[in-house]
């Protein structure tokens, strides 16, 4: 991490010095771009909070790290925009002028929530997964099986869903754009340009969200059913080494149910964390990328009998829409598979009454 922020310093200052002398507005007796100027101020601070992020949890650590490595390329490729040293070949591709900023807020965010007393309760009991030692077989279709590290694999099923959604969100906003576009041409009468977009547009972006789901929910599902394994392992382990399951029943101390209560629990927290991660992250990133489009809309309402001028009008109207979300439960082919392992915790906790105990 320290090699990433020295990166991220390095942009930041490009992007300050940058702003000193490609800038067209007066900053104290300097020609300087505020953007530019912004870009490198929360990049140094982000730079920092790069540094120390071996101080929080290793899960969250995955999520910083994403947003760094943003960071450097989104900020140089703004900065070579500013420059004149973009293709013009790619002037659709050109990043935003507000979203360097925007994924160093979101970095930023990250390290200060994990400081946070309830966060920390739960990145304890998500952290062992991306740090352990455990290696897992992995196999792709018709490829051979490999044994690869648990916590490595897993951290790049994160770094794939992030960034699934995102793409997802620009697919969003290109499709709005769309919208807007077909349905101009609808009110213009304009065929040529109606059927170009239809053909040209939507088929096209809509073709890969469809296929963006598809691999989005495969990945989701490995990552859980992989995750979910590891942990129910790791607590059924707990829960039966050195014959603590014994010395409960002689004291008359077991549990009703634990191996029931494992199993769901462990269901319950893997979906959780996921929703108020992965999946709220995805909801942010919609909302923020949203907004920024409402609030250059030229919308401003005037409150009657003032001049007062309440700028984002159309933000604030819409925000309750955008900051909708839905969580679904991808463990419903699962069923089987977790119905499984609880018969035999089951069958193992009966064979200890019995005397004789059975292995699950």
Not at 41 to 47: C, E, F, I, N, R
Not at 145 to 170: C, D, P, T, Y
Not at 174 to 199: G, P, Y
Request: with cysteine; hydrophobic share 50%.
């Amino acid at each position: 991490m320290k090699q990433l922020s020295i990166g991220v310093t390095i942009v930041a200052a490009i992007a300050l010095v940058a702003g000193i002398t490609k800038g067209e507005f007066d900053v104290l007796g300097l020609a300087a771009d505020p953007m530019l100027l912004s870009i490198g101020a929360v990049g140094l601070t982000l730079a920092l909070a790069t540094f120390r992020s071996s101080l929080i949890s290793p899960f969250l650590r995955v999520f910083s790290t994403i947003f760094a490595v943003e960071y450097v390329v989104t900020g140089l490729a703004y900065v070579a925009v500013r420059a004149g040293w973009w293709p013009p070949g790619f002037s659709e591709l050109m990043p935003p002028a507000s979203l360097p900023t925007t994924v160093a807020i979101f970095g930023l965010l990250i390290h200060l929530i994990s400081f946070i007393p309830v966060i920390r309760q739960i990145t304890r009991l998500a952290d062992p997964y991306f740090v352990t030692n455990d290696r897992g077989d992995l196999q792709i279709g018709g490829f051979e099986k490999r044994r690869v590290a648990e916590r490595r694999f897993a951290s790049s099923l994160i770094v794939a869903l992030v960034v699934i959604n995102q793409f997802q969100v620009g697919i969003n906003i290109r499709l709005s754009f769309f919208n807007r576009d077909w349905f101009n041409s609808i009110q213009n009468k304009d065929s040529a340009a109606f059927w170009s977009l239809l053909f040209g547009v939507f088929c096209f972006w809509a073709a890969i969200a469809v296929a963006s789901s598809l691999v989005e929910y495969y990945t989701e599902s490995v990552l859980k059913i992989r995750w979910r394994r590891w942990m129910t392992e790791r607590y059924y382990g707990l829960w039966l080494d050195d014959a603590s399951l014994y010395r409960a029943a002689l004291v008359g101390q077991a549990a009703d149910n634990p191996d029931q209560r494992i199993a769901e629990d462990v269901r319950n927290f893997l979906n959780s964390t996921y929703a108020y991660s992965i999946s709220l992250l995805s909801t942010v990133s919609t909302l923020v990328s949203f907004s920024i489009i409402l609030w250059t809309i030229p919308a401003d309402f005037t409150v009657p009998g003032t001049e007062i001028i309440v700028p984002g009008t159309t933000v604030l109207g819409r925000s309750g829409l955008l900051a909708r979300w839905h969580l679904a439960d991808p463990f419903d082919r699962q069923a089987t598979c977790a119905a499984r392992v609880q018969t035999g915790a089951i069958r193992g906790r009966f064979s200890v009454r019995a005397g004789s105990p059975a292995r699950i």
